[in-house]
């Protein structure tokens, strides 16, 4: 157990709804990292926040969006959903000196 | 644009076998970290080297950061069943403001056979 929670842990929706995924980082970590799996691009960073701000952009799309929260937990939210939207989404977190991130069980998303 | 690729993307060997997984990039990085993942579940940690030449032992699997911080390898002695999954190296990249961010190979799977 990483000690990073993420809900829900399996979430079926169709083509043009929205979702929100849910990251708690493991206690004192103050940043937390998206990822997005899926089976032909790998693990692909999306965003990084650090106590409560954004600080590292990776290949997120414009109808995906993050937040922070004082509480460090942190919301994916994914809109405008398209079928190739479906993936695993990992939430990471890390110390604030330590580039060792440590992952969530993830939450598979699965669009219709 | 930092790319690490990883090499062999598949392998398949049997139990008792030793094997190493490699993973290379034209990019210096501040570190390197392997993780194992199971099917399902989110990649665990299994070691972080910093330094050039670094090499480190974790029972049966020993990795080892290349001098110039653009590679590493990770060997597995002896391999078990209980070693099957998919292995990913992770290479870290400080950005602005000091940012720390990971970029992923795309994973080597790891099938050993009884």
């Known amino acids: 157990d990483s000690g990073v929670t993420q809900t829900p842990k399996h979430l079926i929706t169709a083509t043009g709804q929205r979702v929100t995924l849910r990251c708690s980082p493991r206690s004192g970590d103050l940043s937390v990292y998206w990822y997005q799996q899926s089976l032909d691009q790998g693990l692909q960073f999306l965003i990084q926040?650090?106590?409560?701000?954004?600080?590292a952009k990776g290949n997120i799309l414009e109808r995906f969006s993050a937040q922070q929260f004082p509480d460090l937990h942190s919301e994916l939210n994914l809109s405008s959903l398209e079928l190739g939207d479906s993936a695993l989404y990992f939430c990471?977190?890390?110390?604030?000196?330590?580039?060792?991130?440590?992952f969530g069980p993830g939450t598979r998303l699965t669009v219709l | 644009t930092q790319l690490l690729e990883q090499s062999p993307q598949f392998l398949s060997i049997q139990e008792g076998e030793n094997l190493t997984v490699y993973c290379n990039s034209s990019s210096v990085f501040s570190s390197l970290q392997w993780y194992r993942q199971e099917p399902g579940e989110g990649p665990v940690l299994l070691v972080t080297v910093v330094t050039g030449g670094e090499v480190k032992k974790l029972k049966r699997l020993t990795f080892q950061f290349g001098d110039a911080r653009k590679d590493s390898s990770l060997h597995i002695t002896a391999a078990q069943p209980g070693d099957t999954g998919l292995y990913l190296c992770a290479g870290g990249v400080v950005g602005i403001q000091g940012a720390q961010k990971l970029v992923f190979g795309q994973g080597t799977r790891l099938t050993i056979n009884p």
């Open positions: 926040y650090y106590n409560g701000e954004e600080r």
């Open positions: 990471a977190s890390s110390g604030p000196t330590s580039d060792e991130q440590f």
